[in-house]
């Protein structure tokens, strides 16, 4: 017997399949009791209660299940959260009333997350029905673009900062300026004021340069142009920046690939220098290398070679702080920074390496980073241009060839071998050593088996024995004294060019040295070697890097150069430091402050102080280390005295003033340091220092 099938059998059916498919949890109430609920809202109910959920179920009942479903959750209703704890009918009662209106709102509780809930009542039909759309993917976003908003009000915040403090320094020094006639101290406040506008034009265009990109509104803009220019132009103005730090900065160009090239010279510009200058800043000692070569030629044209087109590889490696994992993902995102807020150690607006990123895939390359956490990172610049075959380069090469046997002292592999490459592409020979003492044992060597070294290569900044050691040590043989000596340095030049001029060193260079100047110098070296320029007039050559040139006729005027100083102040808190100096400049003596021990320990060779006041905790070495390699190089330095050091320091504890002598210290002075107990220790440990003492301190100092 078969049972006919209606037309409204059918409907019903299909509306039932409709409903049963459907993402969203569907449940209906006629008269308080449960009518129809879809697999969905099972699965939303959870399989704890879902086993309830069948027709015939009070809405009341269900509620009251509920009571105990929503045991230790918590909701976006704390008021009702509050009555679950305290008042299980009202809560009830209150639940349940939801079922008998119309309403549409937004729940949440810890165990099912956020759901939208729509419901519908029609009290002519005593009928309910309730749909609960899952919004926990809608709530992911609407959080992650509340926090960009954030991050976009930090950034507003940080911008705020970054531009008043250039501001400050333009505006007050260009008040101290209009009272100034543009001699010799004023000059100082010209470069504070042009650093500070060069800061200022800096976020200024990186904020003009994201808003383009943000609008696609770049245009790059392709014309002939010398690589190695451009990386050394940005070296330049970069070094500045690593001269108290004595962090090297080195460019290694394979000699392979084309010198000129085809492209946006001004944007790669902007590339490398928020990324060398990104690694600049977070690279306290070590170097920076910028390394560039060639991956293959565009592999989309066959027909091309070096000659046509090329894909520059350029890796810019530090030995920094490195970057965490968890950071090194988001590196290139906008409004994103290591340190985002506005108090942070390092400065900058968080848009450099985003901008960086976007410019180089306009230009159909790519930037990416790699980097461990206290050993560095590296950047890699994998950009494709066409070779330009005019010749862009602005520097002409030596008019005399650089030819002959060369010896390199430099303790950072990287620079010898940087070195090693860029003479041998000249047809020298070169001898490579790491120290001092290694470079006096291959000069031996050579005058032993009869080898001539034409000229030596000298890096200032190495451990144990400097380079002002070696020369020292070089001059006391009488036999190498027609051997010349170029120095190179990244520290305190403008008093260490004068110490080594009258040392004996025949030039002195700033790094990063520019390829071409540094050929020229060693060009005319060899040919000055047998008639040597006077040592007046070495003196009064301008520095051979353009980015910290010294005004010539200055130089020359000046007769009372001081090399030497009173007081050396080793000190890394900030307020310290400033106290210190109040105190030296209302005593009148010459003083220079080191921010850490390492920094202590050169300033102490490059100035001579008579006098050392000597922080104990400092950052890479702290006093007690800083002590000790200044005690161990005064012996290996025959002629030079001792100096007295004295301890200033918060340790005052049972037996930290006898650690200190045995460091090495003199005397010791513990914090906060009163005017009159420093005045009695400098009488008594360096008597030939003349103070101004103050009149309230006079009678008692005596």
């Keep these: 017997m078969s049972t006919k099938i209606g037309k409204n059998d059918i409907e019903n059916k299909t509306l039932a399949l409709v409903l049963e498919s459907l993402p969203v949890a569907v449940m209906a109430y006629k008269a308080g009791i449960l009518l129809y609920a879809n697999d969905s809202y099972h699965k939303y109910i959870g399989p704890e209660y879902s086993a309830i959920m069948q027709p015939g179920l009070r809405i009341e009942n269900f509620v009251e299940q509920l009571y105990d479903l929503h045991q230790d959750l918590e909701t976006e209703d704390a008021e009702l959260d509050r009555l679950h704890k305290t008042d299980k009918a009202e809560w009830i009662k209150r639940r349940s009333s939801a079922y ?232 290139f995102e906008k409004f994103t920074q290591v340190d985002s807020s506005t108090t942070r150690e390092y400065g900058g607006t968080g848009l450099g390496l985003s901008i960086a990123k976007n ?44 030819k002959g046997n060369f010896l390199v002292i430099d303790d950072t592999p990287v620079n010898y071998e940087v070195l090693k490459g860029q003479l041998e592409n000249e047809s020298c020979k070169v001898v490579g050593v790491n120290s001092a003492a290694q470079g006096l044992s291959v000069l031996k060597k050579a005058l032993e088996t009869d080898v001539k070294i034409d000229l030596v290569l000298l890096d200032y900044h190495m451990p144990q024995h400097t380079g002002e050691d070696f020369i020292l040590a070089m001059r006391k043989h009488t036999c190498f004294d027609h051997i010349p000596v170029i120095m190179l340095s990244s520290v305190d030049t403008d008093v260490l060019k004068k110490r080594v001029l009258l040392s004996g060193v025949q030039e002195f260079m700033t790094k990063p040295a520019r390829l071409a100047d540094l050929q020229k110098v060693i060009s005319q070296t060899l040919a000055a070697s047998a008639k040597p320029m006077p040592l007046a007039a070495r003196l009064a050559q301008p520095n051979h890097n353009p980015a910290v040139q010294e005004d010539a006729l200055a130089a020359k005027n000046r007769t009372d150069v001081q090399s030497h100083i009173d007081i050396l102040i080793a000190e890394d808190n900030e307020v310290n430091q400033m106290y210190m100096k109040y105190i030296m400049e209302e005593l009148g003596v010459s003083f220079k402050i080191a921010e850490n021990g390492r920094i202590a320990v050169d300033k102490w060779q490059l100035l001579q102080p008579k006098l050392i006041l000597m922080d104990i905790s400092m950052p890479q070495l702290n006093g007690n280390e800083a002590t000790q390699k200044i005690r161990s190089k005064e012996v290996a330095m025959a002629q030079v005295s001792r100096v007295p050091i004295i301890a200033v320091t918060a340790h005052a504890m049972k037996g930290d003033k006898e650690k200190f002598i045995s460091a090495g210290m003199d005397d010791y002075l513990s914090k906060p340091v009163s005017q009159l107990n420093l005045i009695k220790k400098i009488q008594q440990w360096a008597p030939s220092i003349k103070m101004n003492i103050p009149t309230e301190n006079l009678n008692q100092a005596s």
């Design 100 to 331: 008998y209106e119309d309403n549409n709102f937004e729940q949440y509780d810890s165990k099912f997350g956020w759901w939208q809930c729509i419901n519908k009542y029609y009290p002519e039909d005593e009928l309910y029905i309730g749909i609960r759309i899952n919004i926990n993917t809608l709530k992911t976003a609407q959080e992650k673009a509340i926090i960009a908003s954030q991050s976009k009000s930090e950034f507003l915040a940080n911008m705020s900062h970054e531009i008043r403090t250039p501001m400050n320094g333009i505006m007050g020094m260009a008040e101290l300026l209009q009272n100034s006639q543009i001699p010799g101290k004023e000059r100082e406040f010209i470069n504070i004021i042009q650093r500070s506008g060069q800061s200022l034009l800096t976020i200024i265009n990186d904020i003009l340069d994201f808003s383009k990109i943000e609008s696609g509104q770049i245009e790059i803009t392709p014309v002939p142009f010398s690589l190695r220019d451009a990386i050394e132009d940005i070296m330049a103005l970069l070094s500045t920046s690593t001269r108290e730090t004595g962090v090297d900065l080195i460019i290694k160009i394979d000699p392979n690939i084309p010198k000129n090239y085809i492209g946006d010279v001004g944007r790669i510009r902007q590339i490398l220098m928020n990324v060398i200058g990104n690694a600049v800043k977070f690279t306290h000692e070590g170097h920076v290398l910028i390394d560039v070569s060639a991956i293959t030629p565009n592999s989309e044209n066959p027909h091309t070679n070096l000659q046509d087109d090329i894909s520059l590889k350029i890796d810019i490696t530090d030995t920094g702080i490195g970057i965490l994992p968890i950071k090194l993902a988001h590196i």
């Design 359 to 402: 410019l180089s895939i306009l230009m159909g390359g790519n930037l990416t980073a790699q980097s461990t956490l206290g050993k560095g990172s590296t950047f890699t610049l994998n950009l494709p241009l066409p070779v330009s075959h005019i010749n862009t380069a602005t520097d002409a090469k030596p008019t005399a060839p650089v």
